[in-house]
């Protein structure tokens, strides 16, 4: 395939992704990716058998990369912690730098008619999770992480990513990775402030009982 043509694939496909993303899989047609291209239809099977084949292309390898990627990174950490904090950081930063063929893949993966369709992604999802939860199970092993089931706090992390792309707008005032970054200091280090630190900063604890309370009460 000479550069011409390889940039033309590459077009289609990120056009294609925009249309999957925005009309869905299903409402968009062949003739509708050739148009937006601003190739003929026979140009554009010249490429593509089919539809189908676009969006495999289109959004598989993005699934795919995501995996490798993310394994890369974590690869050479032994910490648990700062192994969940690179995973978390990483799909983050893949979301945003493929937004459009990650939305079109979620998309489809819960609305698509197609069960070869959905069996591929989710067998990229399931070797996903596995992958955190082996985390997660190593920091317990550990005694770093506190967990009773390990499954469902891994989808509680995945949840969390998977879903950014229904509200993340690109320009905003912080990134995919710095949004992950807020979240990860949220799961590890909880929401809720513990008594000692109401105490050292010279603050009553959650259930402390004022002085005045206990003169009344020892009074009554």
């Known amino acids: 395939m000479n550069s011409r043509s390889n940039d033309r694939v590459n077009l289609i496909l990120s056009v294609a992704a925009e249309l ?32 189908y084949q676009i969006f495999t292309r289109a959004t598989s390898t993005t699934s795919a990369g995501l995996n490798e990627t993310v394994a890369e990174a974590i690869a050479k950490i032994s910490c648990p912690k700062e192994k969940l904090r690179t995973f ?21 993966f819960w609305n698509s008619n197609e069960p070869k369709m959905s069996m591929q992604v989710k067998l990229r999802r399931d070797a996903f999770e596995k992958m955190l939860r082996a985390i997660l199970d ?26 950014m792309h229904r509200w993340y707008k690109p320009g905003g005032k912080r990134t995919a990775r710095q949004i992950a970054e807020a979240y990860f200091d ?3 280090g909880g929401i809720v402030r513990s008594e000692k630190d109401y105490f050292e900063e010279g603050k009553p604890g959650p259930f402390a009982v004022s002085a005045e309370r206990i003169e009344r009460f020892a009074g009554e």
């Open 186 to 188: 949220m799961i590890t």
């Open 138 to 163: 190593d920091g317990v092993e550990k005694g770093i992480f506190q967990i009773e089931d390990t499954r469902l706090a891994g989808r509680l992390i995945l949840s969390s990513l998977n879903w």
């Open 20 to 51: 999957f993303m925005t009309k869905g899989y299903e409402a968009t047609s062949m003739r509708d990716i050739a148009q937006k291209c601003g190739i003929s239809k026979s140009l554009l099977y010249h490429h593509f058998t089919d539809k």
């Open 88 to 108: 978390m950081l990483e799909t983050a930063a893949y979301f945003e730098n493929n937004r459009l063929s990650w939305i079109s893949a979620s998309q489809e």
